[in-house]
């Protein structure tokens, strides 16, 4: 379940992406009555299996399951935060178009990872760089995407409008592409080739993580042509949490 809205007085439009079909809209009838039984099961972020009947305009819901509900998603406003970033993301690269396992497997594998781990940092970089190789928009980490000789080992330059990094000879002066340091470029990379066991063990600093967050919202940002809503709500919930006086000590 992506989302859903409002549909008519008591039903609801779903938004859902499929393993079989892919991203598709069904329609949820009498969902919104206080004793639906099919209400508990059709929450955003919630893994499904579901029984969709044929209609004149947009399949109907018949029978709905929980798979897996993904609760911490739900009781942590910052993991809240993250999954419907993580489901933005998908949705605005998306259409319609048919089935497509490797991503709805990433959705999937994405969701569990933040259920789970503690931090959130890792799960989302890994989801943003692999997302872009899945969509086609896999960007060139190990070649000046100019004059195509090989990148060494000192800061380069990234520019979303080649899709890949310039060499220093290339990027200086150039207007448009930022900088970027080579500790956040081995990441970048290092997530790009590596599977999840491998990429998890990745320990960049503070600065290379907020390099690399950085750079990758620009390149999606500039892929999407507009802002994404969901990383404005993270820093509110990110800037609350800091501002939370701490818990009172109990007394014995």
Known sequence: MLRH???????R???????????????AKGARKIRSRKAGHLEPFTRVTLMLARAHDLPIVTQAETVDAYQPLREDLLKTGYAAYVIEL???????????????????????????????????????VQL????????????????????????????AEVGGVLCPKCGAGRPGPTPVSMEALKYFRHFQRSPYPQASRARPSPAAQAELE?????YLTYLLERGLNSPAFIREVGRLNLE?????????
């Open 13 to 27: 439009l779903l938004g859902l992406f499929t393993r079989e079909k892919g991203k598709l809209r069904a329609i």
């Open 214 to 218: 950085a750079l990758l919202q620009y």
């Open 244 to 252: 939370k006086p701490p818990e009172p000590s109990e007394r014995l």
């Open 132 to 159: 872009l190789d899945v969509l086609g928009y896999r960007p060139e980490l190990f070649y000046c995407t100019n004059c195509h000789e090989e990148i060494r080992a000192e800061e380069q330059f990234f520019s």
């Open 90 to 128: 998908l949705d605005r690269f998306t259409y319609e178009e048919g089935e497509n396992q490797p991503l709805y497997h990433l959705l999937v594998e994405t969701l569990s990872r933040l259920a789970t781990e503690p931090n959130a940092w890792l799960p989302v970089r890994y989801y943003e």
């Open 5 to 11: 809205s409002d549909w008519g007085e008591a039903d």
